[in-house]
Structure formats: structure tokens, C-alpha cells
């Protein structure tokens, strides 16, 4: 089987997702709009891109007529799953963020 490599998942459940590296998205204010709106365009494509592996990798899981292994869906489901706490992560990081910045 290839190993299929995501932007930011991995195969195996993150434990600790304090260890994560994952660029500070707060716009300051003494940046310019452009920054901000940079700022928020990045943050974006990284949910935009973990939302979709979440989606593709599930609906290749589902999909009965998809021809994979038991360790292969094993495999995507961890994908998907890393990917989920990823997502979380990034979505509870820019909460706080924003909360500090207001």
C-alpha cells in the first residue's frame, strides 16, 4: 500500500496537540488591512484543507465498492480522525485568538 502524506495529518492519533506547529493567525492591530485579511485567508485554506481530507477520506471509508483493506481503512479512519483534532485545534486556537483580540 502507498502511504498517502496530508498537509498536517498523520497516520497516528495526536495525543498532545500542544506540540502542534501552527502559524499565529491574529491580525495585530497596528497591521495593515492587507495583513489581516492575509491572516484570514491562510486561516481559510487550513480549515478549507482539513475539512476536505476529513470528507474524502470518510466518503473512501464508506464507499463499499472501493476495494480496501481492513488496515487500509484503518489507516484512512486514522487520517480522517488526526485530521479532526487538527481542526479543532486550529478552530479553538482562533477563538482565542479573536476573544483576546476584542
Known sequence: ?????????TAAPV????????PTLLARSDEPDGVECSDNLAFVREVRTLMNTILGYSEIIEDRDVDLTDAQRAA????????????AEQLRRRSEELRLAS
Open 76 to 87: 484512512f479512519g486514522d487520517i480522517a480522525a488526526t485530521s479532526g483534532e487538527l481542526l
Open 1 to 9: 500500500m502507498s502511504q498517502l502524506l496530508i498537509a498536517g495529518a
Open 15 to 22: 495525543k498532545d496537540s500542544s506540540s502542534l506547529e501552527t
